[in-house]
């Protein structure tokens, strides 16, 4: 079946410097995508989403490029910080559908 | 602005005991309504999903069911728990497809 996945399961980043959180996803409908930050104890937290017809959005401190050719997402956080320490999951949907499917995760560490 | 609640935010059940896990939503309406569950270090399961009163979509077969019985408001039941329904699990709202779902906070569900 379509899965997204990610390419690393942790991440650790010295504060201060970029990280750069990568998603491959696999449905080639998939039309709608998300990042989401799930800090530990809490749910998952909107942060940014980007739409099939861009390849790039930036919001404060985040930057989500979306290449379809190799269907590969990716979110970079600019000027880490210890508050950006948590888990963060890519999830995607085809246009139309009311449902979102999430990659496994990708658990970044911000080192002060 | 909109809200959603859910509660308790944690809960220790004995085995075959009857569950029911409430999550409300203010601020909007007609709102599609989720039930998804975490394991630990995990993803997101979609359990279920609803775009309106009554209308229950089940993506797991399982031992808990799902009931929309007012616009806003989503309930998580279960007659008899297993060890196996263990895990957190988060409701979440969005205005339609393709736009973000936003979470709650969470349950976390112990079956001892």
């Known amino acids: 079946g379509e899965s997204v996945g990610l390419h690393l399961p942790t991440l650790s980043v010295q504060e201060g410097d970029n990280s750069i959180i990568n998603c491959a996803y696999s449905?080639?409908?998939?039309?709608?995508f998300i990042w989401y930050k799930q800090e530990s104890g809490k749910g998952p937290q909107f942060i940014i989403d980007?739409?099939?017809?861009?390849d790039k959005r930036q919001g404060q401190r985040v930057t989500v490029l979306l290449n379809k050719t190799v269907k590969h997402l990716s979110l970079q956080i600019a000027a880490t910080q210890p508050g950006d320490s948590a888990v963060y999951f890519c999830a995607e949907t085809p246009f139309g559908n009311e449902k979102l499917t999430f990659g496994t995760g990708t658990r970044l560490t911000i080192i002060p | 602005s909109q809200t959603i609640h859910q509660w308790p935010a944690t809960l220790v059940q004995p085995v075959g005991s009857p569950l029911s896990l409430e999550c409300t939503v203010e601020g909007t309406s007609n709102p599609n309504l989720y039930w998804y569950r975490q394991a630990a270090g995990r993803g997101l399961q979609l359990l279920f999903y609803?775009?309106?009163?009554?209308?229950i979509s089940s993506e797991v077969p399982q031992n808990l069911s799902a009931s929309r019985p007012q616009d806003r408001q989503f309930i998580l039941s279960s007659k008899k728990l297993l060890l196996s329904d263990s895990g957190f699990y988060l409701c979440?709202?969005?205005?339609?497809?393709?736009?973000?779902?936003?979470f709650g906070d969470g349950t976390r569900l112990s079956i001892l």
């Open positions: 979440a709202w969005s205005s339609g497809g393709n736009q973000p779902q936003h």
């Open positions: 980007i739409r099939s017809n861009m």
């Open positions: 449905n080639s409908a998939s039309d709608y």
């Open positions: 609803s775009v309106g009163i009554g209308q």
